[in-house]
């Protein structure tokens, strides 16, 4: 009996697509209302975003960035779900989702800062984020808080989270889904399934047959989704964003998705745990490249455009860059000077010394 019920839980999780690999429009009663101007957009943001994160990766090998966890291949699933929110949701984000925050209104330079470790880079005034998460899961637990915030409110707003797959096995995503779905909070959690916690596969981590199913343990809506059908991420984040602030609680959305560069670029190497044909499957089913079939069907979409697009891209970035490196370089005094309103004796007394050393 028990193992016949798992199976019809198992069942209920087929992935959503509305796109195939080839551009083509297979589900067309779930098609979502977007203008041409709007399909162009969504476009435009996925290649930029192909760009700087090229881009990005040049500057970390040239020592000019910090910490950066590479993009690519994860474009539908990262700005397919941001372009679905409103500009007063709130995002909290993983490490590797800058991008939607960048999309959500942050500078391109706090951006760069972000990664060299620079507080200004965590300064987001007027912006509905909290600073991209490093420990991995935290953020799920404080979604449901912020979610909670905007219940008890009267806000008509989300709080959406991200992880990977590797989030998914850890205490505070249960925590949080729970939390958040007791109080049916407005919160959207994001699994973004790469397939691998940076080496781990997602098939040693947990015997669920999808991530979306943990969903029902909690007692909230979940779906998977093709990561790499920008249609289908973005549908699936309007629906569950459209149930939270209805009163309908939150949404656990799986997006299957593929990050073809290593995990970060500090040190990993993922020839080690990765085939050449597990690359090869996924790149054929390449999230830019689906979406300009389907843009260029429609005469939506050039290469001109796209060119447009690079080169804006890139000297948007050049500019980026130049403004972080006029930023006037972290000193101690400043980062003990924004952890307390009034600094308690033993760091008064450490913050005149710093200060000394740094007027010299």
């Known amino acids: 009996m028990g193992t016949k ?15 195939n690999e080839n551009g083509e429009i297979i589900n067309e009663e779930a098609m979502p209302e977007l203008t041409d101007e709007q399909l162009q957009e969504l476009m435009r943001r996925m290649v930029y975003t192909r ?27 990262q700005l397919g779900s ?40 965590n300064q987001a ?47 505070d995503f249960y925590e949080g889904m729970n939390f958040a779905g007791a109080y049916a909070a407005p919160a959207i959690f994001v699994v973004q399934n790469n397939r691998f916690a940076i080496s781990v596969p997602v098939e040693k981590q947990s015997a669920a047959k999808t991530i979306a199913q943990k969903a029902v343990g909690v007692g909230i809506y979940g779906v998977q989704v093709d990561g790499m059908d920008v249609l289908a991420v973005y549908k699936a984040v309007t629906d569950a964003r459209e149930r939270a602030i209805n009163g309908e609680g ?34 054929k089913k390449d999230p830019i490249v689906r979406f300009r079939k389907y843009l260029e069907s429609k005469d939506l979409w050039s290469e001109d455009k796209e060119n447009e697009v690079v080169e804006k891209a890139k000297e948007e970035i050049k500019a980026a860059i130049k403004q972080a490196d006029k930023t006037p370089k972290q000193k101690v005094t400043d ?9 308690p004796q033993n760091l008064r007394e450490q913050y005149e010394e710093y200060s000394a050393k740094e007027s010299k």
């Open 51 to 77: 760009i700087l994160d090229q881009r990005s990766i040049s500057l970390n090998r040239q020592g000019r960035l910090g910490f950066y966890a590479p993009t690519a291949g994860q474009e539908a699933s």
């Open 82 to 121: 941001q372009f679905a929110l409103d500009k007063e949701d709130w995002i909290l984000p993983g490490y590797r989702d800058v991008p939607q925050l960048i999309w959500h209104g942050l500078p391109l330079y706090k951006a760069f800062l972000f990664s060299r470790g620079h507080f200004v880079g």
């Open 250 to 283: 939150p949404t656990l959305i799986e997006t299957m998705t593929y990050r073809y560069g290593p995990h970060t670029m500090a040190g990993d190497d993922p020839t080690r745990y990765r085939s050449e044909d597990l690359d090869s499957e996924w790149e």
């Open 335 to 343: 980062l003990m000077g924004l952890m307390y309103e009034e600094l």
């Open 125 to 171: 005034d007027g912006l509905n984020m909290l600073s991209p998460q490093i420990i991995i899961g935290a953020q799920i637990t404080q979604t449901a808080g912020v979610a909670l915030g905007l219940k008890k409110k009267g806000k008509k707003n989300v709080a959406i989270t991200y992880t990977g797959d590797g989030g998914a096995s850890q205490g």
């Open 5 to 19: 019920t798992l199976e019809n839980i198992e069942g209920q999780f087929e992935m959503f697509q509305i796109l």
